[in-house]
């Protein structure tokens, strides 16, 4: 009983704050970088298979998600880079100046940011974004990715979700 009141009293903290996307963006962009300094450290002599549809395959990636423009040339790495610093700018402005009122939208928010802070972070220290996980079907291939880009893909649900709740 004491601990339904303690977790009960906990989520309404939470819930009136209003304020878990800082923590939830600092520990998706954690594990992205720690999984990606591990996939570099254990991936580099082959690849680890997981599951008959998962593995672990390194791959340097200099385009964007799935590999796109990959091999544009030098302005692809600007463009990323750019467009990465306009989409959280706007996000973090909207975060400060127009709180989100949608769990969805704050959720998806948090998501879409700790996404780009973790491809971000590679493209300036790397000049590519270190993708490690591959879905298979036999010979059939998902572009590899990684945990910013599931992070990036589940935050775009989470703002098409909320569209149906902000009405």
């Given at each position: 009983?004491?601990?339904?009141?303690?977790?009960?009293?906990?989520?309404?903290?939470?819930?009136?704050?209003?304020?878990?996307?800082?923590?939830?963006?600092?520990?998706?962009?954690?594990?992205?970088?720690?999984?990606?300094?591990?996939a570099q450290l254990y991936l580099v002599a082959k690849p680890l298979v997981l599951?008959?549809?998962?593995?672990?395959?390194?791959?340097?990636?200099?385009?964007?998600?799935?590999?796109?423009?990959?091999?544009?040339?030098?302005?692809?790495?600007?463009?990323?880079?750019?467009?990465?610093?306009?989409?959280?700018?706007?996000?973090?402005?909207?975060?400060?100046?127009?709180?989100?009122?949608?769990?969805?939208?704050?959720?998806?928010?948090?998501?879409?940011?700790?996404?780009?802070?973790?491809?971000?972070?590679?493209?300036?220290?790397?000049?590519?974004?270190?993708?490690?996980?591959?879905?298979?079907?036999?010979?059939?291939?998902?572009?590899?990715?990684?945990?910013?880009?599931?992070?990036?893909?589940?935050?775009?649900?989470?703002?098409?979700?909320?569209?149906?709740?902000?009405?």
């Amino acid at each position: 009983m004491k601990n339904r009141v303690i977790m009960s009293s906990l989520l309404q903290q939470i819930d009136q704050s209003r304020d878990v996307r800082p923590y939830t963006i600092i520990l998706l962009v954690g594990c992205d970088q720690i999984t990606k300094y591990l996939a570099q450290l254990y991936l580099v002599a082959k690849p680890l298979v997981l599951l008959p549809t998962v593995s672990l395959i390194l791959a340097h990636n200099r385009g964007a998600a799935f590999s796109l423009l990959a091999r544009a040339g030098g302005w692809s790495e600007i463009f990323f880079i750019s467009l990465s610093t306009i989409i959280a700018s706007i996000i973090l402005y909207l975060y400060f100046y127009k709180p989100l009122q949608n769990p969805c939208t704050r959720s998806g928010s948090a998501f879409i940011l700790a996404g780009i802070f973790g491809n971000f972070y590679d493209r300036l220290n790397h000049g590519y974004v270190i993708d490690f996980i591959a879905l298979h079907w036999h010979q059939w291939y998902w572009p590899i990715f990684n945990l910013a880009d599931t992070a990036l893909c589940l935050g775009v649900f989470c703002l098409w979700l909320a569209q149906f709740f902000d009405k």
